[in-house]
Each structure stands twice: as structure tokens, then as C-alpha cells.
């Protein structure tokens, strides 16, 4: 599977856990959350501190009490909405957890409703998308996204003769044919590998892909198409000597990109904090480029209402949530806690548009919000995750015991096709 440092992009748990148990909970008479405050959900660093202490001294009559959830949070959301008791006014929900949670769509209100239209605008549209059903009912409003780049090392790739600029890297390396030709000149002049993984290519090529693995219509798409070429991807990737194999986070990994031999990291926003918590020694000569082959996203997250919130409550709520993700506020997110906007008004801020000293001084908003912008909309199933699961299996298996990766795939079309029938029965 892929890596799920500080966000998750495919969760094989997606649709586990209660589709058909919430299904079969009727909604019944909402239960009553109609209090003096207003209880907001959220996980450890999902929104920034420093904006959450300032909600009850900037929304007038909001009277917000924030709950930390620590844990699996989709179960324990999923689990107060079965028992119809105890919801907050507010929740977050994670962008892996989105699709689960659109095909329960009655469970939140309609934003519209409270005048969300009025708001698209303001935020980017692929992300907005995320949060909508087929007809039209918005669940979320988007806090944070997780656009990707190329992290590299410009002192590692000058001594192997490559471009070692942002600039000079995304002219040179616009797709993954390039990438790989650079790989193989990397790899020939100093040993270092270009990818992390053979499942890094599969990855990031299915989050630059407008399909996925399931269709809106709950057809089976993992025989042929995005997949099939994500996958020729990546064996070709790992036939050619170009990835690590190593585990993103592992020890192996630290040292890698300490000592050079992993210079080279196709990764979202959020993985810089990751990258300069793992480095010793190494601020100053890291760099950002586009990454190769277009914008992808991995991760993100969303602010909703439950249905059991009252009227008067909902619309108290919806107040809350637009000052919070007002293009300010989100600045101060991704400066607290490194939750990039999903508002590209915030792109123009301090926060963002400062050189960063870890990458030489490098104005990493030029590349992240060019991404940002840049991301294709793709429908996502709610059986997605148990669907993908076989693909990095096998792929896995290639790269760890030399499987045939032929069989491999024969054997991740098989169990996909199981996964998304046995998904289907509940």
C-alpha cells in the first residue's frame, strides 16, 4: 500500500466498516443536538490551534467546544451516528474517509442549503468536487489538500550531471519516460536511486489519472486502462534499477535521504515536515520541482454537519466553519500545522510565500500552488480502497520475493474483481 505518514491517500478500510451497518440504521428521529455550544470533531493536528482558540472571539454567538479525537476517527464517527446519539454540530471528515461518507449522504446536511454555493468560488474545484454527491447535495467544505511535487537533492544530482534547479528540472523532466531516463543516469553516475518504491509510480500516476478503479456506476475498471498503464509503470521502474525498496518512513528511508543514496522523493505538501524531521545536515540542499507526469493529490480533508444538528444550531455552525476556512485562516493552518489550502487566495500570504532556508530558499508555493491548481477531477468509489489493495500487494511481491509480473498482475485483476463483489454484498 501506498505510505500514510501524515495523511492517507488509498485506505484499504474504506467501506469496511459499517456500509452496510449504517445503511441499515433508517435515520429515523434525529437525535437532538440543540445546546448552548457547539461541539466540533477533529483529529490530532487537523486544524490549526492558533485558529481554533480564535473562533469564540471572532464568530459572534458561536460558543464552540473543540473535542481532540484521537484513534481511528471515521469508527468512532460512524459509530455515533449508529447509535443516533452524541454528534457534534461540527466534523471533520478525512478525504480518504469522503466517499464512504457521501454514499451515507442523508447522515449531513445539504451546505447548500446554508449558502455554500456562494462560497465555490473561493475554493479550488477539484476539491470541491470531492465533497458532492451525483446530485448535487455538498456534504464538506475542504479544509486542506495535499498537492504534490519532486523533493530532490541539488548537490546529489549535480555530481551525477543532472538539471539541479526547480526550473531547469521540470523543463527536463516533464513526464515519467524523462524521469526515467534521469533515473538511469542517476542510478549509472553515483548509485543513488530515483525512486522510493515500484508501487511509488503506480501511485502517483493513479492520483494524476481522471479514473480510478471503480466507475460512479460501480463498474470494475482495474482490468485495463489507468491502471493497466500505472502498473507497466512501475514494473518498468523496477526492471530498470531505479527504485530503493525501501518503506517510506523506515529507517532505511532516513538514512537514505541523510546520506544521498535517496535523493530523489515524489511526494505531497504536507511530506516536507516529514523530510526535514528525518534529515540531519542536509537544510539547505534540498530543492522542489513540478512532478513529472502532472499534478496529483494525495490526501485532505473536510468540515461537515451532521443532519442531527438543529436548524438554528446548523446555521450557528456553517458561521464557524466559513471564518475557519477563511484564506487568512487557513495561512495560519499551514503555518501551524502544515495543512496546505484549499483556498488559492492563501497562496498569496506570508505564510506561504516566503523562502524556506530548508530548500536553499526556494519559494515552495510556486510549486505547490501551481500543483494545486492543477489536479484532476476523478470520480472516487467508496470501494476504491479494498479494490487497490491487490495492485500494491503484488506489486509488493515483485519487488520482495522476484514474482513474475505477469502472474502478479493476473493475480491483482483476480482479487480486485473479489474485492469489489465481496464490497458490494457489504
Known sequence: MPHTTRRTFLAAGIGGLGLAVLAACAPGAPA???????????????????????????????????????????????????????????TGVKGEDMPYFLSQADRFIDLND???????????????QQAMTADGKLVG??????????????????????????EALAEAAGNWENLFAMGTELKAATGASM??????????????????????????????????????????????????????????W???????????????AWYQADLKGATDGTSGLWGVALTPGGSANIGGSFLSIPSATSAENAAGAFEVMKWI????????????????????????????????????????????????????ISYTSPFDGPVSAPYYNELTAIEATGKDPEQAWKDAVSAAEDALEQAKRG
Not at 141 to 147: F, R, V
Open 325 to 376: 476556512l477563511e484564506p487568512e485562516n487557513q495561512a495560519q493552518g499551514y503555518a501551524d500545522a502544515g495543512l496546505f489550502p484549499s483556498t488559492p487566495a492563501s497562496y498569496e500570504l506570508p505564510q506561504l510565500t516566503e523562502g524556506d532556508p530548508f530548500f536553499d530558499g526556494q519559494k515552495t508555493i510556486e510549486v505547490f500552488g501551481a500543483a494545486a491548481q492543477e489536479v484532476p
Open 141 to 166: 467544505l475542504p479544509i486542506d489538500i495535499g498537492p504534490t511535487g519532486w523533493y530532490f537533492r541539488r548537490d546529489v544530482f549535480e555530481s551525477a550531471g543532472l538539471p539541479n534547479t526547480p
Open 114 to 128: 446554508l449558502g455554500a454555493e456562494d462560497l465555490q468560488a473561493d475554493f479550488l474545484d477539484w476539491k470541491w
Open 32 to 90: 437532538s443536538t440543540t445546546t448552548k455550544k457547539l461541539a466540533l470533531w477533529i483529529w490530532p493536528n487537523g486544524l490549526s490551534t492558533t485558529v481554533l482558540d480564535g473562533i469564540n472571539g471572532n464568530v459572534s454567538g458561536s460558543g464552540v467546544e473543540i473535542s481532540e479525537i484521537g484513534g481511528d476517527f471515521k469508527q468512532k464517527l460512524v459509530a455515533t451516528f449508529i447509535a443516533n446519539s452524541g454528534l457534534p454540530a461540527i
Open 254 to 268: 532516513a538514512a537514505g535521504v541523510t546520506n544521498g543514496t535517496l535523493p530523489s522523493l515524489l511526494g505531497a
Open 195 to 252: 525512486l522510493l518504491s515500484i508501487s511509488e509510480p503506480f501511485s502517483k500516476s493513479m492520483g494524476q489519472s481522471t479514473t480510478q478503479f471503480v466507475s460512479e456506476g460501480g463498474d470494475f475498471l482495474g482490468e485495463d486502462g489507468a491502471v493497466r498503464e500505472a502498473w507497466e509503470r512501475s514494473v518498468e521502474a523496477f526492471n530498470l534499477g531505479i527504485t530503493a525498496n525501501v518503506s517510506d518512513g523506515s529507517p532505511d
